[in-house]
């Protein structure tokens, strides 16, 4: 169409800040995923667990409870590094099946669609796309993880006293390092293989196959090989020998700590990689 008058001007009015220009696109990727009524229910199921550990945290210091079932306070098992150990195993399943879950949802349409041509028309980097994405999953992935096992060690410090939580503060740091590091991982695997699939289920089918057949595999190459370096692609194994070692938890894991960082760090570049490849401005059709 040709423009006989020349009377459009530039946009002159209030610009977002650069800073904050990726919570735009996590704004619409909340709205996106709190429009599934499923999804909410799910992450509201993920919050059981927490609060049956919180129960058990209150009931076990409970006297008259504890007396009305005749029940020893000293054969209960501790709030300690094993107790958090087995949180971080529960929480860490169920944040691997929210990633598979809400990743397709915020990612894959706007490869179906053809949108990035539109997103990058405006003032965004691929780097902010990848962060207004990301921040979407690692806040819901935080209050199923070590969001709620920090409001359990808060539970468990206001019982015990000063003096518990002054000489257990390591496991606060152990909840939130292990459990970050975990999301972490697991939004940039959702993420990317999200963007190479233009289909919601096969991108969630996808990211949940990452962790089982990595597991099937490992296992076999181990039982084939006779060897214990299959469990290198089970990222459950690797997870678990991370957070046995930040509980101070033995788990007779023949896995050392340094390969299961080696193995992590491997992922989350080849996930960088996957996203730098496959998030551009344009797309080539052949």
Same mark, same amino acid.
């Not at 058990?56 to 054969?75: K, M, T, V």
């Not at 006293?161 to 496991?171: A, E, P, Y």
């Not at 370096?229 to 997870?239: C, E, H, K, S």
């Given at each position: 169409?040709?423009?006989?008058?020349? /009377?459009?001007?530039?946009? /002159?009015?209030?610009?977002?800040?650069?800073?904050?220009? %990726?919570?735009?696109?996590?704004?619409?990727?909340?709205?996106?995923?709190?429009?599934?009524?499923?999804?909410?229910?799910?992450?509201?199921?993920?919050?059981?667990?927490?609060?049956?550990?919180?129960?058990?945290?209150?009931?076990?210091?409970?006297?008259?409870?504890?007396?009305?079932?005749?029940?020893?306070?000293?054969?209960?098992?501790?709030?300690?590094?094993?107790?958090?150990?087995?949180? #971080?195993?529960?929480?860490?399943?169920?944040?691997?099946?929210?990633?598979?879950?809400?990743?397709?949802?915020?990612?894959?349409?706007?490869?179906?669609?053809?949108?990035?041509?539109?997103?990058?028309?405006?003032?965004?980097?691929?780097?902010?796309?990848?962060?207004?994405?990301?921040?979407?999953?690692?806040?819901?992935?935080?209050?199923?993880?070590?969001?709620?096992?920090?409001?359990?060690?808060?539970?468990? #410090? #206001?019982?015990?006293?000063?003096?518990?939580?002054?000489?257990?503060?390591?496991?606060?740091?152990?909840?939130?390092?292990?459990?970050?590091?975990?999301?972490?991982?697991?939004?940039?695997?959702?993420?990317?293989?999200?963007?190479?699939?233009?289909?919601?289920?096969?991108?969630?089918?996808?990211?949940?196959?990452?962790?089982?057949?990595?597991?099937? %595999?490992?296992?076999?190459?181990?039982?084939?090989?006779?060897?214990?370096?299959?469990?290198?692609?089970?990222?459950?194994?690797?997870?678990?020998?991370?957070?046995?070692?930040?509980?101070?938890?033995?788990?007779?894991?023949?896995? #050392?700590?340094?390969?299961?960082?080696?193995?992590?760090?491997?992922?989350?570049?080849?996930?960088?990689?996957?996203?730098?490849?496959?998030?551009?401005?344009?797309?080539?059709?052949?």
């Amino acid at each position: 169409m040709a423009v006989h008058k020349h /009377t459009y001007k530039d946009y /002159t009015g209030p610009r977002t800040p650069v800073w904050s220009r %990726f919570l735009v696109l996590a704004r619409f990727g909340f709205a996106r995923v709190f429009h599934l009524k499923f999804l909410l229910l799910f992450i509201i199921g993920c919050l059981f667990y927490p609060l049956v550990c919180a129960a058990y945290i209150y009931l076990s210091h409970n006297p008259a409870f504890l007396a009305l079932f005749n029940i020893p306070a000293d054969r209960l098992p501790h709030v300690d590094g094993r107790f958090f150990y087995f949180y #971080s195993i529960v929480q860490g399943a169920l944040a691997y099946l929210l990633t598979a879950f809400v990743g397709p949802v915020l990612v894959t349409p706007d490869f179906a669609n053809g949108a990035m041509p539109l997103y990058f028309s405006r003032p965004f980097s691929r780097g902010e796309y990848v962060a207004g994405r990301i921040s979407v999953l690692l806040t819901l992935l935080s209050l199923i993880t070590w969001i709620p096992g920090l409001v359990l060690f808060a539970i468990q #410090s #206001s019982i015990e006293g000063w003096s518990w939580m002054t000489g257990n503060l390591w496991l606060a740091g152990a909840i939130v390092f292990g459990l970050l590091v975990w999301i972490i991982v697991l939004a940039l695997i959702g993420l990317a293989l999200s963007a190479w699939v233009k289909w919601k289920i096969g991108a969630g089918a996808l990211v949940l196959g990452v962790i089982f057949a990595g597991a099937g %595999f490992g296992t076999a190459i181990n039982s084939l090989m006779r060897t214990n370096y299959g469990a290198l692609i089970d990222l459950t194994q690797v997870a678990h020998t991370i957070w046995s070692y930040l509980f101070r938890y033995d788990t007779g894991t023949e896995m #050392s700590v340094s390969s299961a960082w080696i193995v992590l760090a491997v992922i989350s570049l080849a996930c960088l990689w996957l996203l730098i490849r496959r998030i551009r401005p344009f797309e080539v059709v052949k």
